[in-house]
């Protein structure tokens, strides 16, 4: 195993704990200082561990929510197949509470929901090791799907390649193997472009420090610094001076719900980003897995955004509260790019243009 892989290994978001008996997941609250894994078994656990952002990333919150379920309709101790149905129902419908944005989370629910709906003729038993099957094919065909993603996303890279020269490539937030069950989607092309043979300094990453919560400074830079990847870090307001000195060649961002004509959201800040790189003639791509296009989402005034607590802002990373007592304070997790300012939207299934709509029907949507 090389040394990328074994990182992997370590830092794997979600996995099985001891015995199937519960979801073990890898703290992301305390990276990078503290690796630590901890495993949850019961649903208010599972639930405010996406809540709190201890496993985050549109694609990791659906594998937790698929093992959470497997883990949990275990612990339904009924023959009966109405009743375990209406109580799988209920914590189906409690875990959907947690974060409104990432549709994968609602993907994946509904996904292993019709595992059970569609079980009325097998025991409940049945049903329930059907239920560990589903959440483990979610896990791995997300494998897949980031690799492909990556394989498109090199593509680009070559082509952007200098002799001499490092590809510059710009990140937001953490879209990263953290973030999903293994290459991640923005950071999939280069982990690929490392498999290819590439050499962490053919690349020069910059990753955002993604206020306010810091998963690009905490999280990105962690991966990519440990893969080998030359990486800097700036804050989010300093994009423009990189890219005005010409040190970016192309931005590479994930999403969490992409509508049916495109519009992508994703962290707050990568609308601001994605205006930018229009402005300096950047191309700026999203990375998104299909389970991330929301085709009953006809645009961007559909998709809910995330309102956070405003300590994010006033308290969390301070030694003391930053802000005046009694300060009125806006927190939306996400915004909503418009599909006008996107180069393409990378997909496992392809590489998708305006217009999106028929781009996404193409690719079996
Ligand atoms: O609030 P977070 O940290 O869950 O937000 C994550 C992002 O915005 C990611 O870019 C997105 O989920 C894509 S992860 C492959």
Redesign the pocket.
Known sequence: MNKVEEFFERVISVKWGPQKESVDIID?TLLPGTIKRIQLQDKEGIWEAIKS?RV??????GVMAAYGMAVLAKEIKTDNYEEFLARYKEVTDYLATS?P??V?LFWALNRMLRIVKEGGHLSVSKIQDLLFLEAEAIREEDVMI?RNIGEIGFELLKNLKKEGQPVGILT?????TL??AKY???TAPMYIALEKGWAGEDMHVYCDE?RP?L?GIR?TSFELGNAGIQTTVQCDNMASVLMEQGKVDIVF????RVARNGDA???IG?NTLAILARHYGIPFYI???TS?IDMAAADKTEIPI?IRDPKEITETWYCERMAPPGVDVFNP??DVTDHALLTGIITEKGMCHAPYDEAFEAIGL
Do not use: M, W, Y
Not at 172 to 176: D, E, F, K
């Open positions: 992301q952002l985050r990333g549109a694609p990791a919150i974060r944005t990432a994968n980031s937001h937030c953490n879209a990263g973030a999903t991640g989607t923005a993604t919560l998963q999280l961002v994930g999403c969490d959201a994703n962290k990568t990375c998104a897995p991330t995330e997790a996400f």
